[in-house]
């Protein structure tokens, strides 16, 4: 359930929120940005104004986008024209040009020092500060010391000692795979202070439907047949594409959190950390067909999964998203967290279920492309 309600939030940390607020700022949205084509398009292809992105796939451009804002702490009008209206292929905004030099720079920072490696990206010097100081750090401003422990020194578990706790801790396989459908309903608050209600239908092994109602009353829609996604707004349907269908597949998983290192490859235990005052074991695994890679933090005394953090890699730098699992309760013999705490850059969100229910009949046209309504601008 939360893996759908996942893939919600990945993009309404982008376009929901934004759409709440009447902004459009997903430039790439109207046209995807290779509608069922073999070769992917350049950046240059499939957006007007590219000088410093030559030769990157477009939909590489809309990930370090969002990994500008991140790592700036600001939004796309930032750099870009919104008035009077959204034209992010033009050049008005010094902060824009600023930005090109920055990308220059930037590369040859790599380029020069680190072997062509992104060891250097935007957050390094700006850490969330359009401006970032160059003043050392107090003492109470310094970032906490990590608790991570490196496996060095430690003897860690298997990957399948600990997957196989954390399937016993939440009711055992065969209880497990008893589980073909999942129907839930809950409450979603942010850290802005908007609460928005969710609906959400999945199928294993990853069809998935959800519906956000936002405050203001607007709908936001979201399916995925396991093959191709789509997004309805008020604005119309959108294909999902590149970046944003990968996000949708994998948090669509039905496995997801039954399971949560099924679908990962190259899994590997590599130490130990905190999350609220439990130590867990910490594995890592990478979606085969992507450029996201998760941390599973499961509680050494429980068993259970505490944490999962995700990072998506982008042109220069990663992306982090985290989530937080509390409040195990049992339904139909299996343990689910009521309570999740998801981190973006952009905002906390806390959600929590108000009903769930497994194996409930849920027939495959819930999972098809959601209709496009008259006068939907489409
Ligand atoms: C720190 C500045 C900065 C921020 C913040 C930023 N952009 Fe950009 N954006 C750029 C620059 C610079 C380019 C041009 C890249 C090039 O020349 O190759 C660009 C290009 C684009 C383009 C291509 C436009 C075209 O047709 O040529 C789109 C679309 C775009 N940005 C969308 C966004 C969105 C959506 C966001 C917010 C998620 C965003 N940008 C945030 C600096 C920024
Ligand atoms: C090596 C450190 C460093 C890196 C890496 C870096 N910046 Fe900067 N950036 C700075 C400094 C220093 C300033 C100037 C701050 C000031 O003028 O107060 C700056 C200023 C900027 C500004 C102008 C801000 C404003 O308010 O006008 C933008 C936009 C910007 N950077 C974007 C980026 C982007 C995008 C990246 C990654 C492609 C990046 N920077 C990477 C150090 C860096």
Redesign the pocket.
């Given at each position: 359930m939360r893996n759908s309600f996942l893939a919600v939030l990945t993009l309404l940390a982008?376009s929901a929120l934004a759409f709440a607020q009447g902004v459009q700022?997903?430039?790439?949205e109207k046209e995807p940005v290779h509608p069922g084509t073999a070769t992917p398009k350049t950046?240059e292809q499939a957006?007007?104004?590219?000088?410093?992105?030559?030769g990157v796939p477009a939909e590489q451009?809309?990930p370090a986008?969002?990994y500008?804002?991140a790592s700036?702490g600001?939004?796309?009008n930032?750099?870009?024209v919104t008035q009077p209206q959204w034209a992010?292929?033009k050049d008005d905004k010094e902060?824009?040009r600023r930005?090109?030099q920055m990308?220059a720079m930037t590369q040859s920072i790599n380029q020069g020092h680190f072997k062509g490696q992104p060891e250097v990206g935007c957050a390094t010097c700006h850490g969330g500060l359009s401006h970032p100081r160059s003043v050392a750090p107090l003492v109470e401003e310094k970032p906490k010391p990590p608790q991570f422990r490196s496996a060095r020194g430690q003897q860690l578990p298997s990957v399948e000692e600990v997957v196989q706790a954390y399937e016993k801790a939440i009711g055992g396989q065969p209880a497990i795979q008893k589980l073909s459908t999942r129907t839930v309903k809950a409450t979603l608050t942010t850290s802005q202070g908007q609460t928005l209600q969710i609906e959400l239908v999945q199928k294993a092994p990853d069809k998935t439907r959800s519906i956000i109602t936002l405050p203001n009353g607007q709908v936001r829609e979201q399916v995925f047949n396991g093959a191709a996604g789509w997004i309805k707004t008020a604005r119309g349907v959108n294909e999902a594409a590149g970046p944003e269908l990968a996000a949708l597949r994998i948090n669509s998983r039905f496995d997801r959190d039954l399971m949560p290192a099924s679908g990962l490859a190259h899994t590997r235990v590599i130490g130990t950390d905190m999350v609220d005052g439990h130590e867990c074991y910490v594995l890592r695994g990478q979606d085969p067909d992507s450029d996201f890679s998760e941390r599973l933090y499961f509680d050494k005394q429980s068993g259970l999964l505490l944490r999962r953090a995700s990072v998506q890699r982008t042109l220069f730098g990663p992306l982090g998203d985290s989530t937080e699992y509390s409040d195990y309760k049992e339904v139909q013999g299996v343990k689910v967290a009521f309570t999740t705490r998801r981190s973006t850059p952009e905002t906390v969100v806390t959600r929590k279920l108000d009903a769930i229910e497994f194996n409930q009949t849920v027939d495959d046209s819930k999972f098809a492309r959601p209709a496009t309504q008259a006068g939907s601008g489409q």
């Open positions: 982008v700022k997903t430039g790439a950046a957006f007007k104004n590219i000088q410093s992105l030559k451009l809309i986008m969002q500008f804002n700036l600001v939004e796309c930032f750099c870009h992010p292929d902060e824009k930005a090109r990308i």
